[in-house]
């Protein structure tokens, strides 16, 4: 058996616009809010954002507002993937990464690879990095190349 989870790294085109709230707003009430209970929670809703989330270019703060909406970890983790590659203020994503809980943020790391992840101008965020893995050694590396070394004073 194979399984297979592919996550598109294509970003936006240059120059894209986010739909307005308004615009936004609608277009999940349509075509992603479970119509049952009013909420963006559940599997089912889950599966409707990844199909509509290709008519949809967002902002990170849009992205975030609807990764929030979800309650279970898998779910918000899940949205925030899906989201990734649709939000054209790219340099903002750690808007999204950091409305994710410490757990949700390894996870999303886990999914994406941390060179897909990581930003060295908001780099607080929880990573797990496996040494014995060439890309996580290479972010590993020059994380490590970035900090300040400290004298040690004896």
């Known amino acids: 058996m194979l399984e297979l989870d592919y996550v598109s790294s294509a970003m936006p085109p240059a120059g894209t616009a986010a739909a307005d709230d308004e615009a ?13 209970t009013g909420r963006l929670e559940g599997p089912e809703v889950v599966w409707r954002l990844r199909e509509h989330s290709i008519f949809m ?9 609807i990764v929030t909406q979800f309650v279970d970890h898998a779910e918000r983790v899940e949205a925030a993937v899906i989201l990734r590659s649709r939000i054209v203020d790219q340099a ?63």
């Open 57 to 65: 270019w967002v902002s990170a703060v849009q992205a975030r507002d």
């Open 92 to 154: 903002n994503l750690y808007k999204v990464l950091y409305a994710l809980h410490m757990v949700e943020q390894q996870f999303y790391c886990t999914r994406l690879g941390p060179t897909n992840v990581i930003n060295h101008d908001h780099p607080t965020m929880r990573y797990r990095l496996r040494t014995n893995d060439y890309e996580h050694f290479g972010v590993a590396k020059e994380v490590s190349a970035r900090v300040p070394m400290r004298a040690s004073h004896t």
């Open 24 to 36: 936004l707003v609608e277009q999940l009430w349509k075509n992603v809010v479970d119509p049952h």
